[in-house]
């Protein structure tokens, strides 16, 4: 199946290739979305990706366009995007249309963090990663549309599944790009840096900085690939289905929903009490810790199987509170600087009498 997608996605970008410039007027992978319209979503919902400073694979790579075989040309950090249409996955009676030139419903992005090498437990060469969100909105103004939710991948389709997905709410990110804590040498995605550790154990979010991108390019379509990026549907890695299946399938999204608005989803909750198990035998392993200590942990990690990867109600609790405490601080001041003015105009009518 993946080498007939390749091939018309191969085919199409070559008789694109042959039209003036290399693409069609206004929305070049044919999706219904104008290609500046696109270009304004993924930049301003980019995520703020963290790296970390011990990863072998030092950044994202650059690969080469125009060829089939992923060639890395550079670990500069680029980040490759994709945008397309909502299919009305997440929302009842709000399918994709399109009305002219203005869509209406929803739209979809992936932001694809692609590196050299997985230099980490069962490393291999070429590592495919991503994060998604989900759009709301109508009309072809970026700033009208916001994000509903967001998904971060972390190890997908493995028994080490433990990608998460959330409320864009839940994590200040509704108009901005989320924050996204990629695990050294495993690259996989989080959208909260303690989540890190809770997978089977081979992922570590230590010595963090912020990843400034080289670049964000759009890879289009499947079927209609850009900025000559044939290498997508290579063997070499699962990068083609990733691009061709929606993050946001409605159990995933029914998941969060039933939870409260403080909180992160596991996408693959079944899969953690395994998860628990394979931890703790890698800690035992690696030797970080033994005996009843290493045991305790491996069943605190299993029980913790339910749709709930983390609560930010403690965080979300503090911001509150600190703005309570600003907005109380702000109007005692006022109050002062008023009580102050009026006894300043007494003192001055006092001045005046016998």
Known sequence: MRSLVLFFAVMATLARAQTAGGSLPGDSDRDGLSDGFEAALLERFEPRFYVSREDCSTKPARFKPGVAVPTVV???GTIYG???????QAFSGKAHAVSGSSPVGQIELHYYHLWRTDCGRMGHALDAEHVAVLLRGEGEEAKKWKAVYWYAAAHEDTICDASQV?????????????????SAGKHASYLNQELCQHGCGGDR???MEALHPARLINLGEAGALENGSLWVGSGRWPLLEKMTRSDFRPLLVGRVEALPDTEIAWAEPAK???????LGGNRAVDGAIVGGNEAGYGLSTGNR?????LSLAGTKT????????????????????????????EKEQDKGKP
């Open 74 to 76: 550079d670990d500069d």
């Open 82 to 88: 994709q945008a397309f249409p909502g299919k009305g």
């Open 166 to 182: 959330t409320r864009a709410s839940t994590i200040d990110a509704e108009d901005r790009g989320a924050k996204v804590w990629i």
């Open 205 to 207: 979010c230590e010595s």
């Open 272 to 278: 953690r009490p395994a998860q628990a198990a394979i």
């Open 305 to 309: 199987n339910t749709n709930s990867a």
């Open 318 to 345: 503090r911001k509150a509170l600190g703005k309570s405490f600003r907005a109380v601080g702000d109007a005692l001041g006022t109050s002062v600087h008023k009580t102050g003015e009026a006894l300043g105009m």
